[in-house]
Each structure stands twice: as C-alpha cells, then as structure tokens.
C-alpha cells in the first residue's frame, strides 16, 4: 500500500458524459501527479501538483481534461465530454519532498468509454 | 524535452539466467533514474533507484548502473525467478523537474 487511495477502480460510461477520477493521498508528501496508461502510448504525465499548486499540466491532452487539488488530501481529474479514445488506466502518485523523488503510485481507475 | 528509449520490449530468460534491460536517454541534465516494477492489473511500483552521481546501485539480486557519458542506463537481474516475471519501466527525471519521463516498458517472462 502506497498510501494512494483512488476511486473508482473501474468506470464504464457513455462517450460523452462527464467522468470524475478522485485520489486521496496520505499526509506528508508535497508532490500530487496524475498519470495516464495505454498500450500504445505507455504510461503518459498528463499534470503534476507542488503543494497543491499546479506546476506542469504540458501533458494534458485536451481542454476537455481539467484537474484540481483544493487541499493537500484530495485530488480529482475531471473528462468533460469524455470520447472513447480517454480510456486508459489512469494512475495518481505521490512523493514526500520537492526535487527528484521516489513516485508512489496508487491502484488506478480503469476508465472506459463506449 | 526529455525522451527515453527502452530496450528490449520483451525478453524472454530461463529461470536462474540474468535477465538485462537498457535505456537511453536524451537530457543530459537528467540525473534520476529509477526502475518500475508492473505485474498484471497492479500499479507500478518502485525498485531500484540511482542518482546521477552513482555509477552503480545493487539490492540483492537488482542492479542498475549509469553511464552519463553515454546517456544510458541499465537494469541488471541475477538468478531470476518466476515472480520477476512483470513489466519493467525506466524513467529519468530532469534536473529542476520532479516529473519522470518513461520509457515504453519492458515486458520479461521468466521461463521455469
């Protein structure tokens, strides 16, 4: 256990409804990051989090993909309309001090979209 | 930016045979190089690490060694068993940057 909760562990839903992933890390880390995984393009940084603030959301595929942390024990990533090609293993991991750190990484959500 | 290229994408090895996996990378500013372990359905998780200013790191039978020269790094695994059997990613991360660039993943099966 990495201390990483995220929920759901698995969503199926219509192209075009709004799908809301949630991760809730333990206390003590400072960094938040929200990955992406699929075949063929592996395991993607879509937007990490310094302290709760966004520090690079380069990865982010589209506007239709938002993400926030309104305190230190929750995050969510949010698809809004979400179309087949977002389904993917979506990861959240955490570390405990600013500069090059472990990542831990929690279960994912698997997320697909029909 | 950062691209990392991973080698090979599957390996096939006998059981108690070494099993090597290699990376490259493009920034030489990187200096943090850790190695994840996936096995089906799980998260990655982290099993060795090494910093830019190591040439070589051993935890039992894992190693991983760098050559900042070359840009290039390498996971090492002696007397492999069945349980090694997973994916295996390396990633770099930039020097001033906390995120990890990875590769494509390394799928190793060890064979009984």
Same mark, same amino acid.
């Given at each position: 256990? %990495?201390?990483v909760i $995220?929920?759901? *562990?698995?969503? !199926?839903?219509?192209?075009?409804?709004? !799908?809301?992933?949630?991760?809730?890390?333990?206390?003590?880390?400072n960094?938040?990051?929200?990955?992406? $995984?699929?075949?063929?393009?592996?395991?993607?940084?879509?937007?990490?989090?310094?302290?709760? #603030?966004?520090?690079?959301?380069?990865?982010?595929?589209?506007? *239709?993909?938002? @993400?926030?942390?309104?305190? @230190?024990?929750?995050?969510?990533?949010?698809? $809004? /309309?979400s179309?087949p *090609?977002?389904?993917? #293993?979506?990861?959240?991991a955490?570390?405990?001090?600013?500069?090059?750190? /472990? &990542?831990?990484?929690g279960?994912?959500? *698997?997320?697909?979209?029909? | 930016?950062?691209? #990392?290229?991973?080698?090979?994408?599957?390996?096939?090895?006998q059981?108690?045979?070494?099993? !090597?996996?290699?990376?490259?990378y493009?920034?030489? @500013?990187?200096?943090?190089?850790?190695?994840? =372990? &996936?096995?089906?359905g799980?998260?990655p998780?982290?099993?060795?690490?090494?910093?830019?200013?190591?040439g070589?790191? =051993?935890?039992?039978?894992i190693? #991983?060694?760098?050559?900042?020269?070359?840009?290039?790094?390498s996971?090492?695994?002696?007397e492999? &068993?069945?349980e090694?059997? @997973? !994916?295996?990613?390396?990633?770099?991360?930039? $020097?001033? %940057?906390?995120?990890l660039v990875?590769g494509?993943?390394?799928?190793?099966?060890?064979?009984?």
């Open positions: 256990d %990495a201390g $995220q929920s759901p *562990r698995h969503e !199926v839903t219509e192209m075009g409804q709004e !799908v809301t992933l949630r991760c809730k890390p333990i206390s003590g880390h960094s938040l990051f929200w990955y992406r $995984q699929t075949m063929m393009r592996g395991l993607e940084l879509l937007i990490y989090f310094n302290n709760n #603030v966004p520090i690079d959301d380069s990865g982010m595929p589209e506007d *239709r993909f938002s @993400a926030k942390m309104p305190n @230190a024990s929750f995050s969510t990533l949010k698809i $809004q /309309p179309e *090609r977002d389904s993917a #293993v979506y990861f959240c955490i570390s405990f001090s600013l500069g090059n750190q /472990p &990542q831990h990484f279960d994912g959500t *698997r997320l697909s979209i029909l | 930016g950062e691209n #990392v290229e991973q080698h090979p994408s599957t390996l096939s090895v059981e108690g045979d070494s099993a !090597v996996i290699k990376c490259t493009s920034d030489s @500013a990187s200096n943090y190089f850790p190695w994840y =372990k &996936q096995e089906l799980k998260r998780q982290l099993i060795i690490d090494i910093r830019s200013n190591v070589e790191k =051993k935890d039992q039978r190693a #991983v060694t760098l050559n900042k020269t070359a840009k290039h790094f996971l090492h695994i002696t492999t &068993q069945p090694d059997s @997973a !994916v295996y990613f390396c990633a770099a991360s930039p $020097q001033g %940057a906390q995120k990875f494509q993943g390394t799928r190793l099966t060890i064979n009984p």
